[in-house]
């Protein structure tokens, strides 16, 4: 009998590639748009313009190879369900659907940084803006739009900022797995955010949208076409966040090298698990609600139009169902990069890991019973607001449990002040302000008071940037080595932390004084007293936007320009990642590692090696 | 003669860990799912609880046919029946193939029913509260339904004699799990949108 060849692979020949997805999403956009516009219910463009921006998207999809998997599987032919044959080398992999979860999070990064950096410019229009107390260089009228892309923009790129780079790239390492569980799963969380990005950006030619990023109706009903934009946008980031989520989840739980128990895991994993169940759950609850938030725009019906049967409760319960635990998508991996960052530079284990993974949840958990506190001034029912108080107030506790492991593992230690340990440090400062002025706005008095101010954008501030996007910057300085190869110039990575951390305080502490003084957000006026903080307050954010091209500089010049290559491992790190050769092996390792101590194990008698990268015979993964 | 597929001990450890990896993504797939659907029952009984200007179902509204919802609901079941009958047979002989076959083609017969009772409504889409959430929430559900028959479909392409890897046949036994989860959305749906008063 013959045998069939295992190894066969047929695939479609057709050309797959950026240009071939540029070419199919602009003639979707115009098949869609003339679609809906031809046969829509109603005389509006929204049905043509929400119909063209989902075929572009599908177009863009299909002309990156999307369907050709699913294709020839329907045709019968045998396919390459793992992309073994595609293992790549060279620049072009990284503009191509490429099933390397290492390319990927290279992928991941680059266009984290771009967005960074358009979302930044929107940060600088809006604060030179608000130079004068009167609008200047935006007009009244477009402001919210500015200060909508600038949210939405920003909001895209802090759902994925560690997960899509350091999730995709780290955790199969960290894990001793050969590969993700989901790799085209994974490559489609990707590629679904360049085209999120486009089309957000669109919304500029339509007058943007007026409602920030919370989309509030009836205003979102009445807005222009800009809307669509960000419903569409919205939708893919979501649809990024569940795929990415059941891929980071499958690998986590189901590719565990053999060794590998749960108590041995490192605390970035877990930070990366706690924020794929958030991003898995509540991303399905956005989508819903903007599906209804499109059929409202493009079908008249009328689920946020309490004229006629209607809600617009309806969305402020639906979104912030999803936008609360959205927060902690941002925060619970930059927790993990902290706890993780800090064992390996203190040079000691972790101090109460299990204390830091019981935060870790608790924080995931609770989540989930909050979200009504973005409501006290939107007339919910006075009963609801004393449970939902007490919820919000109650998560301190566990984020008091991740301060408590970080600062433990450090008490008494003689801590590496490594640049990502810089940051990590401006991480536990920052975040601490941001942790605190949040407790006042989750007390119900208080929030009544501050809710619409500046006090309540400079917390957020302090949370996001303060917080996870240190973090980031600490991710970035620590395993670049391990991504590319070279170090980052550590010169220019200290100027950069110091500059980054005055600039950032500097900006945004005294936002919060702006708002006890009663400032207005989202408003382009604001009382001539204030002039001087806000013209402080500009010059420091161009200080925080320039310490950002610093950082940009730093890493061009250090990857393309005066490459420095990485010793092996740099930080001397016990855990997993660290122990492969550089560059990282195609299959990451030779065979599935056998673990054999947990990653922190820092300074113990008789400790053994993390693993025996030798591996066990035979052994393919999942613990 | 006709190829056979034969397997190393590693490629049948792979083969089981395949299987374990798309159950275990079926599962969370179907949690974010559950998520997505319960979004759209909070709708229906906010709206109908708050009844906001009297319009979650203005009087003379005619009621979409439950002849209509029974059929398609029907047909769902069966669908997802004959293919967890299926998953009861090893992969392709013909107790697997017959069933898997019937579970497309009835699957196909949702779409086509369901596709033309959205059509023939007999109620318009700006018509309240309810008309909207009936809309949206058919609307996903057969989308979804329409995506799974595809996926059947190519799973049925690939069982074939020489045509796959036992790597390929894990995602057979998860997809059961879809449609069992698609037809107790269904279910609960008849019940809502033909049944509660």
Known sequence: MAVADLTTERRLSIPTGIPTGVLLAITGYFAGVWLGNEFGLFDDQNTGIILGYVFATAGFLIGMGFLNHPLGRLLGWRLDPLGEADIEVGLGRYFRLSLDHKVIGIQYLVTILTMLFFGGVGAMVIRTSLLSPTPTIVPAGNYLSVVGLHSVMMIFITSAAIVGPFGNYLVPLMIGSRRMAFPRLEALSFWLVPPAAVILGAATFWGGFPTGWTGYAPLSEQAGQGMDSYIVGFILIGLALITSGVNMLATIIALRAPGLTWARLPIFVWGILCTSILGLLAAPVLAAALVMLALDRSAQTSFFLASNGGSNYLWENLFWFFGHPEVYIFILPAFGIVMELAAHFARRPLFGYRVGVVGLFGVTLLSWFVWQHHLFVSGIAPVLRPFYMLSTELISVPTGFIFLVVLGTLWRSRVWLTVPMLFCLGFLFNFLIGGITGVYLSDVPTDVTLHGSYFSMAHFHYTIMGGEIFAFAAAIYYWFPRMTGKMLNQTLGRIHFWWMFIAFNSTFFPLLIAGLLDMPRRVSAYNPGLQFLNQWVTFSAYLLFSSMILFAANIIYSWFIQPVPAVANPWRARSLEWQIPTPVPARNFERVPLILAGPYDYGLPNAKPVADLRGLVGATGGS | ?197
């Open chain 2, 1 to 197: 003669m006709a190829a056979e597929t034969r397997y190393s001990a590693a490629e049948a450890a792979l083969a089981a860990l395949d299987v374990r990896i798309a159950s275990v993504g079926m599962w969370l797939f179907l949690a974010a799912n559950a998520f997505y659907y319960a979004a759209w029952y909070f709708a229906f009984f906010y709206l109908k609880a708050l009844n906001n200007n009297g319009a979650w179902m203005i009087s003379g509204l005619t009621r979409p046919s439950r002849a209509y919802g029974t059929i398609v609901l029907l047909l769902a079941l069966v669908s997802a029946g004959a293919y967890a009958l299926a998953t009861r047979a090893p992969v392709r002989t013909l107790l697997w193939r017959l069933p898997a076959v019937a579970a497309l083609v009835v699957g196909l017969g949702v779409v086509l029913f369901q596709a033309y009772e959205m059509w023939h409504l007999g109620f318009g889409l700006t018509q309240g509260g309810f008309p909207s959430v009936f809309v949206g929430l058919t609307g996903s559900w057969v989308v979804e339904w329409a995506a799974a028959t595809f996926w059947l479909a190519t799973i049925i392409s690939q069982a074939r004699v020489g045509g796959d890897t036992i790597l390929r046949a894990a995602p057979v036994a998860a997809f059961a799990n879809l449609l069992g989860f698609l037809a107790v959305v269904g279910i609960l749906n008849w019940i809502l949108l033909y049944f509660l008063p």
